[in-house]
């Protein structure tokens, strides 16, 4: 029987050059909350972990919040980073060197994906394990952006989007790698990216995903949307287009039941 | 089903996605005349698949709407794939019929949508070609010489001033009959101008062959933004456009001028972008991303593409 292991990658507060403010942490843990943690608890399948990478300076008060949650969702576990333990070796303590597929889907910590998400990813293990393939990139185009500030929800493309997955093969990693086990690529293709190519100017996003096509064999699946990008005071970048127009208020975005409970929090 | 090779399709389609898509997966070519009996000949349809070429409805007039509803009370999903430009009438009418709606000019999807397109998306030609090493080439530019009457004026004044820029830099015109992909692989650069469409939302199939065939690529139209083909250099460099688009004569002749005298950078280019086309822009990709439209969730099951 063919072995799958899914990891979903959320980097919460691992530092980038920037202090972990006590203000920027509760915005943060507020986002993860009401946003990308209802929609790994409304996911489909449970055959999965949610690795959450928090650097080991992240303030007390907010990492015994977060062990809460982990306490209350098996699926998510907590692993520590530091200038010591890189967000890879932390990935890798949990990677299983004897699956026959690793799937490594990213996550940002104030994003949402769609309830069939995760079980539509794994839809592919079968046919990744027996392809050619040593390692693939799973994109699903299609999505949304939902502008927290003005609630209006946009229906959005990217066919490089920041809800890829990768495809390995740890098992037959595991014999010849050099370094050590079988373990997700995503970490360290991110830091030699942002070494080796510039950040684009004002109208691009500059961040490494956006070129990941450039190196992987890369699918794009058109089958649903898939995430949900909400856009918000703290994330710069995704801003949404001036042209695009918004959807009617009444629309709720397919497929992601928390939106719904969103709306009744709202109400009340 | 774990493969694109297990794939049942029909397929109403030109000879260039015909011969694309035939050695992938089990194709039904449809004629007008006929698609009642092959539809019952075979056992099982994963999809239709219509190419939205522009000179279809002069074969298939009604047919095709019986087609479609054949397909429909059989519960074999329609998928429509818009290949030209302009967005013919016939299409419009017709796109609300099918369950997915795709086209390679990103210029349509409002057109598309407004006639009740469900989720109209843009979907890019590929290359059937395979991908060619680097070799000496004897030709420095070329084009491959259609003009369409019928193109929108502001297409055929941008079209002439990218021709006069590449004039000076020994720009070949092919002649009738000449083999094209056989001139893609002497060609240094390639103004990637469609041969049928004059729109500069679409993005041509031409642009994607002549990067396997190994040539550099200038292009009037506007689509490569779209799925990031730049890169950054180091730190306070400039970025790169690996397929730039130009729209008149002084841009044409300061991109031909440093691809052609800079062999270096135009062979690493081109290495750059042939990954790029291996890894994403086959008829494998599209083949695996039009089943998952379906409903098939299958990987593009090779790298590289079927010879060309």
Redesign the interface.
Known sequence: MRSVQHLVETQFSVQMGKELTREWLAQRLKLLREITLPSIRAQSTEDFTWLLLCDQATDTEAMEQLREEEKALPNLRIELTSADRSPLAAARSIVRTDADVLITTRLDSDDAIADSYLE?IQ??A???H????ER?L?NF??GYRLDLGRDLLYED?M??SSFHSLFERPCRHSARTVKGPGQTHLRPFYTSTYR??????PK?AGAPH??L???????????MRAWLISVHGGNWFNRVDEETAPLPRERKPEGFSFASALEGEKRE | MKSLGELEIMLVGGKRLRGALGPLCGVTALSAIDWQRCMDAAPRHDFLLVEGRPDIERGWAAELDRLLAACGEAGVPRLLWVTAAPLRPYWLDRCASFERVFTIDRGQLGALGNAGAPMPTTLWPATAFSIEAQRPRDINVTWLGNWNPDWPPSWRRRLEAILRGAHDHGLHKAAAGENRSALLRRTKVVVAADEQSGSVTLAPPLAFDAIACGAAVITPHEFSNIHDFGVGAAQGESRRDLLPSVSDETETAAELGQLLTDDLMREEIVEHLQRIVANNHTYRHRLATLASAAGYRLVPDAVGSAPG
């Open positions: 539509a839809d592919y079968d046919s990744f027996d392809s050619p393939h693939l799973v185009p299609q493309w066919p490089n080796r190519l510039a950040v684009l100017g691009g956006v070129r096509h450039h190196h992987y064999p890369t699918h794009q699946d058109e089958s």
